[in-house]
Structures are given as C-alpha cells and as structure tokens.
C-alpha cells in the first residue's frame, strides 16, 4: 500500500505500525493536519527568495503504542521523515517530531523539550506549551 502526501509517493509504512492501535487513523489525520500543510507551504512562492523552492516527499510514521499523560489523557508519538521530491536517496528521519492526541484531535509539534501546537504551520502565532503534554504519566 502506497501513501501519496502531498505532492509525492512514499513508500508503504513499516511494518511496526501496523501492530499499533489505530495507527491508520492517526496516520490520515497526521497526514491532512501536518504534511498536507507542509507540502502547500513548499508550493508557495517566497517573493524575497531567489532560489527555488526545495519541494519535499514525506512520510508519517507512529512510533509509539498508546500512552497516557498525567491528566489521563491518550495520546501516541510520531514522527515525519523527508527527502526532496523526486529523489530516491535515503530518508532525513525525525524531520519533525510530536505527538496527537486522536480523541481531542490535538496535535503538539516538538521544539526541543517543550511542544508547540501544530497551528503554527497555519502561520498562527502560538507559544510553547508549559502542561505537561507529550509526557508519559510516571
């Protein structure tokens, strides 16, 4: 099974996330709310450049079972891995890491060890997150 993000072919997941819970799910919204985004935002003309865009292939990967904060609540881990469109060499792993939370449909982008909601790549003014999101219970 193919995944077409964007504006390239990616090649099928591994076979690890097919052993997650509801990675599919978790995957399609990663790939509408995060990727989606980022291939528009490759498309874009950036009037004070001059050189050319660099369009990327990515590819969605859950990296962790379920888990749950320390307010309780589920969230899983994952990360997207890049490469520039068209090319056939390796894959620039971990490009972007975070975390989702399926059930609140919340998406935390990481930024070192804090997170930051996705929002941002909408060009949202957002700050860093201080709760303890991301983080397993413990």
Do not use: N
Not at 14 to 25: F, V
């Amino acid at each position: 099974m193919l995944f077409t993000l964007g504006c390239g072919v990616v090649a099928p997941p591994a076979q690890a996330d097919d052993d997650r819970a509801d990675s599919s799910g978790v995957k399609a919204q990663l790939r509408r709310d995060v990727v989606d985004v980022l291939a528009q935002r490759d498309g874009e003309h950036r009037s004070f450049s001059r050189g050319m865009p660099r369009r990327m292939t990515r590819r969605v990967r859950v990296t962790s079972a379920p888990l749950r904060d320390s307010r309780g609540h589920g969230y899983v881990t994952f990360s997207v891995d890049a490469r520039p469109l068209g090319s056939s060499g390796a894959w620039r792993r971990d490009s972007l890491t975070g975390c989702i939370y399926p059930d609140a449909g919340a998406i935390y982008l990481g930024s070192g060890t804090m997170y930051r909601p996705a929002a941002f790549l909408l060009g949202e003014k957002t700050d860093l997150v201080s709760d303890p999101v991301c983080r397993p219970a413990g």
